[in-house]
């Protein structure tokens, strides 16, 4: 079954411990992005990639991490995370691009930071 | 700056008809998306527009119009299970998606 996968759905940590959300697909995909998204406020995209060893910030880049060493994976990493990092966080994956139609998107994380 | 706006709730009756709007001012466009998002589950595709016009799908239909930075999402015979927010999204000329902040459609019995 063509998929993204994340990991892990829900985690409640506490400020400054590092963590990181792991995302996968199978579908042989060569763009790879994260995003946040916020009650009243549309997805933001936080990072992208659109090929191995080749990622890009997006509009809210600040305090994440990303690394693209395989094509199936792209782990978002915060280092130290604050309390304003609560978020639901979605990985998505298209075959070229956001412009080739449509993106699919992992379960989601709802990450909690007290 | 770069802005779409889509009411924030909508309420329908099962088995009627719903327009959900959006508008959009980005710097350039390269197409417009509708994607649905059930509570706390991922959003899904449903739609995509390029040039003006209506696309047809089934009981959804979207509609772009690009010199009045203007689009609608369209749902007939609604089912309780259509109950989701709707995401509108457009690409702008760098093909970045700019997000709406979605629409919330409660479908009533």
């Known amino acids: 079954e063509a998929q993204v996968t994340q990991n892990p759905r829900y985690l409640i940590t506490v400020t400054g411990k590092k963590l990181t959300v792991t995302c996968s697909q199978n579908?042989?995909?060569?763009?790879m992005s994260w995003y946040r998204q916020d009650p009243g406020l549309g997805l933001r995209q936080i990072y992208y990639?659109?090929?191995?060893?080749?990622?890009d910030k997006g509009d809210v880049p600040e305090g994440y991490k990303v690394s693209r060493k395989e094509k199936r994976n792209f782990p978002l990493i915060l280092e130290s995370p604050s309390p304003n990092q609560t978020s639901l966080y979605f990985c998505?994956?298209?075959?070229?691009?956001?412009?080739?139609?449509?993106?699919?998107f992992g379960p989601g994380t709802r990450l909690t930071v007290t | 700056g770069q802005n779409i706006d889509q009411p924030t709730e909508m309420t329908a009756t099962e088995g009627a008809i719903v327009q959900i709007n959006c508008t959009y001012q980005?710097?350039?466009?390269?197409?417009l998306f509708w994607y649905q998002q059930h509570a706390g589950e991922a959003p899904t595709f449903l739609s995509y527009?390029?040039l003006d016009g209506l696309e047809e799908k089934g009981r959804f239909s979207s509609f772009l119009s690009r010199s009045k930075g203007y689009s609608y999402l369209l749902l007939k015979e609604l089912q309780m299970k259509d109950s989701a927010s709707y995401l509108c999204?457009?690409?702008?000329?760098?093909?970045?998606?700019?997000w709406g902040a979605g629409t919330k459609l409660i479908i009533k019995p």
């Open positions: 527009n390029v």
């Open positions: 579908m042989n995909h060569e763009y």
């Open positions: 999204a457009v690409l702008d000329s760098n093909y970045q998606l700019i």
């Open positions: 990639s659109m090929n191995v060893e080749v990622t």
């Open positions: 998505a994956s298209s075959q070229e691009g956001p412009s080739s139609y449509e993106q699919y």
């Open positions: 980005t710097s350039g466009f390269n197409g």
